[in-house]
């Protein structure tokens, strides 16, 4: 029985109340949701502009110093100016990229980093005057350096940790809420919104599990998350700044920074797999002869810009050669390999040759050109007159079985190479087996 006063609610009104209530509960359920999705999305942004930035950041930072060390190892070594106008530029990339870590690293590792820095830079610039440095300092300088760098790694690795376990969290908070309100509606509210949370759990879930794989390195990881919405875009994000990541990476390890040809590295990978393979190719050793005469006449600026137009050209000269499985590869200084098949190998030559012997006069002044050498003086202070750069080319004809190792190909080619430089002007032997060889 009713109460006095108490007024019945009509079926319309009942089934108007009931659907507000169900719209009131699975809008609160939405905005909740989209709110946290939406604190969710600025974290893993926040994560992807900055933390994995910082972290990219370190590992580059990483590579300049061991490239700066062995520029000064180089210098103090051979004493070429050459190594002092690499070491500047990698600085300056290496100070360019300090300041970038400043501004996504709040932690205070940097400025003792950029102190630690300033004292290796001057200890390096002391070298480099020709000043005697201390070993002892200048390791002690590189090893605060080196231990600074890892030290903000780690600590942005656990920072990464944090944000990601906070990530975890908000993640879980958002789905029980979203499902709690959802339940308090009608049955299938509760269905659209667990099917809309599964969604966007499904899409966090790819992105956390692309944070972790893409800072542990692994850089072809997909998401897996088809674009459309903002995390979509995210993934998509993720997946150019991955490919960015891997190119950097390969260009930073293995490129030479001068001629952008492939280095050390890769040229015995390349050497290995042919010999694992049991493929037969020819190795062919490119140098540059009475290449130190003229970088001491006309420097360093103009030396390096043979170096560039040298690679560039046996680039182009072998890739016309049409043989998918060539290499060229830039040992360093006026040192190349050329990896071809043993038919093409005297092509090659003939063509890289007759292309430098075409191109070297022109980086000559008029009348050294016109005289074809110039007078100098050599490394024991001695008169003499040095004609023309020209190149000297030996090529090894590897059979399998010939050789076991990159390493015994590469000594046996320096031997090959200091016969060629025994005649003037640009040569090249082919050394098919032992006693055979074609010039």
Same mark, same amino acid.
């Given at each position: 029985?009713?109460?006095?006063?108490?007024?019945?609610?009509?079926?319309?009104?009942?089934?108007?109340?009931?659907?507000?209530?169900?719209?009131?509960?699975?809008?609160?359920?939405?905005? /909740?949701?989209? =709110?946290?999705?939406?604190?969710?999305?600025?974290?893993?942004?926040?994560i992807?502009?900055?933390?994995?930035?910082?972290?990219?950041?370190?590992?580059?930072?990483?590579?300049?110093?061991?490239?700066?060390?062995?520029?000064? !190892?180089?210098?103090?070594?051979?004493?070429?100016?050459?190594?002092?106008?690499?070491?500047?530029?990698?600085?300056?990339?290496?100070?360019?990229?300090? @300041?970038?870590?400043?501004?996504? /690293?709040?932690?205070?590792?940097?400025?003792?980093?950029?102190? *630690?820095?300033?004292t /290796?830079?001057?200890?390096?610039?002391?070298?480099?005057?020709?000043?005697?440095?201390? *070993?002892?300092?200048?390791?002690?300088?590189?090893?605060?350096? %080196?231990?600074?760098?890892?030290?903000?790694?780690? %600590?942005?690795?656990?920072? +990464?940790?944090?944000?990601?376990?906070?990530?975890?969290?908000?993640?879980?908070?958002?789905?029980?809420?979203?499902?709690?309100?959802?339940?308090?509606?009608?049955?299938?509210?509760?269905?659209?919104?667990?099917?809309?949370?599964?969604?966007f759990?499904?899409?966090?879930?790819?992105?956390?599990?692309?944070?972790?794989?893409?800072? @542990?390195g692994?850089?072809?990881h997909n998401?897996?998350?088809?674009?459309?919405?903002?995390?979509?875009?995210?993934?998509?994000?993720?997946?150019?700044?991955?490919?960015?990541?891997?190119?950097?990476?390969?260009?930073?390890?293995?490129?030479?920074?001068?001629?952008?040809?492939?280095?050390?590295?890769?040229?015995?990978?390349?050497?290995?797999?042919? +010999?694992?393979?049991?493929l037969?190719?020819?190795?062919?050793?490119?140098?540059?002869?009475?290449?130190?005469? /003229?970088?001491?006449?006309?420097?360093?600026?103009?030396?390096? %810009?043979?170096?560039?137009?040298?690679?560039?050209?046996?680039?182009? *000269?072998?890739?016309?050669?049409?043989?998918?499985? =060539?290499?060229?590869?830039?040992?360093?200084?006026?040192?190349?390999?050329?990896?071809?098949? *043993?038919?093409? =190998?005297?092509a090659?030559c003939?063509?890289?040759?007759?292309?430098?012997?075409?191109?070297?006069?022109?980086?000559?002044?008029?009348?050294?050109?016109? =005289?074809?050498?110039?007078?100098?003086?050599?490394?024991?202070?001695?008169?003499?007159?040095?004609?023309?750069?020209?190149?000297?080319?030996?090529? +090894?004809v590897? %059979?399998?079985?010939?050789?076991?190792?990159?390493?015994?190909?590469?000594?046996?080619?320096?031997?090959?190479?200091?016969?060629?430089?025994?005649?003037? !002007?640009?040569?090249?032997?082919?050394?098919?087996?032992a006693?055979?060889?074609?010039?």
């Amino acid at each position: 029985m009713p109460f006095p006063g108490h007024s019945r609610f009509s079926l319309i009104q009942k089934m108007i109340i009931s659907f507000a209530l169900c719209g009131v509960c699975m809008m609160a359920a939405l905005v /909740y949701a989209v =709110a946290g999705l939406g604190t969710m999305h600025r974290m893993e942004e926040e994560i992807a502009q900055n933390d994995l930035a910082a972290a990219t950041i370190t590992i580059t930072l990483r590579e300049m110093m061991l490239t700066q060390e062995r520029y000064v !190892g180089k210098f103090q070594i051979l004493h070429q100016p050459e190594f002092r106008e690499l070491y500047d530029q990698n600085a300056e990339k290496f100070r360019s990229e300090l @300041a970038s870590l400043q501004r996504v /690293y709040q932690g205070d590792g940097v400025d003792r980093l950029v102190a *630690a820095y300033a004292t /290796y830079t001057n200890l390096a610039r002391q070298v480099f005057g020709g000043r005697n440095v201390d *070993a002892t300092a200048m390791k002690r300088a590189t090893a605060q350096v %080196e231990g600074l760098i890892e030290h903000i790694r780690v %600590e942005q690795k656990e920072s +990464l940790a944090n944000k990601l376990k906070l990530s975890d969290e908000k993640e879980a908070k958002t789905v029980t809420r979203s499902i709690g309100l959802a339940f308090v509606g009608v049955l299938s509210a509760f269905l659209v919104a667990g099917y809309l949370i599964y969604t966007f759990a499904s899409s966090i879930g790819k992105l956390q599990t692309a944070t972790h794989r893409i800072a @542990a390195g692994d850089f072809d990881h997909n998401p897996g998350i088809p674009p459309g919405d903002e995390i979509g875009t995210l993934a998509q994000d993720f997946t150019r700044m991955a490919a960015r990541l891997k190119e950097l990476e390969q260009i930073s390890l293995d490129a030479s920074p001068l001629t952008r040809l492939p280095g050390n590295i890769a040229i015995e990978r390349s050497i290995s797999r042919r +010999l694992r393979e049991r493929l037969p190719f020819a190795m062919c050793y490119l140098d540059l002869d009475n290449f130190k005469s /003229y970088n001491d006449r006309y420097g360093y600026i103009k030396a390096s %810009e043979i170096l560039r137009e040298t690679g560039e050209l046996i680039h182009n *000269a072998v890739k016309r050669l049409n043989d998918p499985d =060539a290499f060229v590869g830039h040992i360093g200084g006026d040192d190349f390999v050329v990896i071809v098949s *043993a038919q093409l =190998a005297k092509a090659a030559c003939q063509t890289i040759i007759q292309e430098f012997d075409a191109m070297i006069p022109f980086f000559y002044s008029d009348e050294d050109r016109a =005289a074809g050498s110039f007078e100098g003086v050599d490394r024991y202070g001695v008169p003499r007159v040095f004609p023309l750069i020209s190149m000297s080319i030996a090529v +090894l004809v590897c %059979e399998p079985g010939d050789y076991a190792t990159a390493a015994e190909i590469a000594t046996a080619a320096a031997e090959v190479k200091d016969h060629v430089k025994e005649s003037s !002007g640009s040569n090249y032997i082919i050394v098919r087996e032992a006693g055979n060889c074609d010039a």
